[in-house]
């Protein structure tokens, strides 16, 4: 089993930053492929960003250059930095890893006022 537990979220005003974490524990084994999905009232899940056990990064068009995915491998984390922020960025994020199935943490809420 993999537990997957976000933190980070808040209220911020347009044009401010959020730092979420992702803290991964469990049968998690070797570094596995992990993301960030966000899902805002009335939306389907989208993913944000990916990153892969190799490191290769991947950003929905909506947040490049506004996002960045990051891990650190020896502490089983995820974090995602978010500048420049909007209100469309609005919604539950939530970190995922790919273990043989898709993990899901219970999600973390950014609120961002215009």
């Known amino acids: 089993q993999v537990q997957l537990v976000e933190s980070g979220g808040g209220l911020v005003q347009a044009g401010g930053s959020l730092r979420l974490s992702c803290a991964a524990s469990g049968s998690i084994g070797s570094i596995n492929p992990m993301g960030w999905y966000r899902q805002a009232p009335g939306k389907q899940r989208e993913l944000v960003a990916s990153i892969t056990s190799r490191g290769t990064v991947e950003y929905a068009d909506s947040v490049k250059g506004r996002f960045t995915i990051s891990r650190d491998n020896a502490k089983n984390t995820l974090f995602l930095q978010m500048n420049s922020l909007k209100p469309e960025d609005t919604g539950a994020y939530y970190c995922?890893?790919?273990?043989?199935?898709?993990?899901w943490g219970q999600g973390t809420q950014v609120t961002v006022s215009s």
């Open positions: 995922s890893m790919m273990l043989y199935r898709r993990y």
